[in-house]
């Protein structure tokens, strides 16, 4: 870490007696800036406030209380806590200026309260519609026209198996969408993440057979061959919308975890943990001879438990 910052294994003191030594280093992921240390004192691992930090060396730290109060600060919960290497942090690791997994973050309590946020967001929402529809409609009305349009059906070409090294591992393939309006022609850059699953694996995604996906119409537009490995999940949490990534979990092991909300899902799209509502939406996925890989990048409404079409 940087000078001025406390360092993981450096020496704690309490009116210059030794009491332990920092065995991690919390950060406020708002401010990003030091919240607390973790001092080990005889097996132990108290949560300390940086506010009783009283002076930083090299390889020390003093504190301003005395060795007796350690045992009045509150037992430090590993579980309440995530790496850097687990959820993503804009700019944390630039600022405290510490390796990938070294600072850790507290658990977003946030998450507890989406009900009333969501109410909150709506109210406020609504009043800005109210105030600028008179402006805005002519431009809402141009937008809200491929609403009701047919669904994009296209099958797009993302990439070549050869990308996929082992089974059950998630590998992201990037493609371009070329959207076309009577006036507009958009690049949409976009995502969709494909397994090779194992026997194991494969049966536990395909549990009723094979996978039909139809159009608006009931008409059907292809089937998953519930014996080809090779599965496509779109690269939108169903939770809202964010891209998501392929990473490993402290206790999960390998796993999809999205860093907006913290949605955890395995590698059969199941949910382990977070808000998500359902599991990852499996795409339509052909593989040519040549390895080849097309998928029909179906897009279904987020934060809904079933899966409703939008594109």
């Not at 949560?47 to 109060?69: F, K, M, R, T, W």
């Not at 395995?266 to 593989?287: E, F, H, M, Q, S």
């Amino acid at each position: 870490m940087a000078v001025g910052q406390p360092k993981i294994k450096a020496r704690v003191r309490c009116l210059g007696r030794p009491v332990g030594e920092i065995s991690h280093v919390i950060a406020d992921p708002l401010t990003l800036e030091v919240s607390h240390i973790v001092v080990s004192v005889n097996g132990t691992e108290r949560q300390v406030p940086a506010s009783e930090i009283a002076a930083l060396e090299n390889d020390a730290v003093d504190l301003q209380c005395d060795s007796g109060q350690m045992t009045g600060f509150p037992a430090f919960k590993r579980e309440d806590f995530l790496t850097s290497k687990e959820v993503e942090v804009p700019h944390l690791e630039q600022r405290i200026q510490a390796e990938p997994g070294d600072v850790l973050v507290p658990f977003p309590e946030l998450e507890k309260s989406i009900p009333r946020r969501n109410f909150f967001a709506g109210f406020i929402y609504m009043l800005a519609g109210l105030i600028g529809l008179p402006m805005v409609w002519p431009v809402l009305r141009f937008i809200m026209k491929p609403m009701y349009a047919p669904f994009d059906n296209r099958w797009w070409q993302i990439g070549n198996i050869g990308h996929i090294k082992a089974e059950d591992v998630g590998t992201q393939f990037k493609f371009n969408k070329l959207i076309r309006d009577s006036v507009l022609q958009i690049n949409l850059d976009t995502n969709a993440w494909v397994i090779k699953a194992s026997p194991a694996t494969l049966g536990k995604i395909y549990t009723h057979g094979d996978r039909t996906f139809t159009d608006e119409k009931g008409n059907v537009l292809w089937v998953n061959d519930a014996r080809i490995p090779y599965v496509a999940y779109s690269g939108k949490c169903p939770h809202l919308g964010c891209g998501y990534k392929w990473r490993s979990h402290r206790t999960l092991g390998q796993v999809f975890l999205c860093p907006c909300h913290l949605s955890v899902y395995d590698v059969t799209g199941a949910v382990l943990d977070g808000p998500a509502p359902r599991p990852l939406d499996v795409l339509p996925i052909k593989v040519s001879p040549a390895g080849d890989v097309e998928v029909i990048d179906i897009q279904y409404k987020a934060g809904k438990k079933e899966q409703i079409r939008i594109a």
